[in-house]
């Protein structure tokens, strides 16, 4: 659309050139690259090396990961349990059919 708007421009202003459909997808994926990298405020690349953690922000790091690691156990279970169930009811069903 952008393009249909900028050759409309292009054909009243004799100096300005014409921009072809490659161009224009061009011209988008160097946009929207150049929002991706300098659009967020942290760059996808850093030369920083980065500093070391403390031995507190370690702790807090294990201690996250370790809550995280449980809760994914206890979640797996109350779905294997779940799933238990409707198959307990699902034979008790086909038992009562008999």
């Avoid at 160097?30 to 953690?53: A, D, H, N, Q, Y």
């Avoid at 349990?81 to 038992?95: A, G, R, V, Y």
């Amino acid at each position: 659309m952008c393009m249909f708007l900028w050759n409309a421009l292009a054909d009243k202003i004799s100096s300005v050139a014409h921009i072809t459909f490659w161009a224009g997808l061009l011209l988008w994926a160097i946009i929207l690259l150049s929002w991706i990298i300098f659009g967020k405020r942290k760059l996808l690349v850093s030369f920083k090396t980065p500093t070391e953690l403390t031995d507190d922000e370690l702790d807090d790091v294990l201690s996250k990961i370790k809550m995280h690691e449980m809760n994914k156990i206890i979640n797996c279970n109350e779905t294997n349990n779940e799933q238990n169930d409707i198959n307990n009811l699902s034979n008790t069903n086909e038992n009562k059919d008999i």
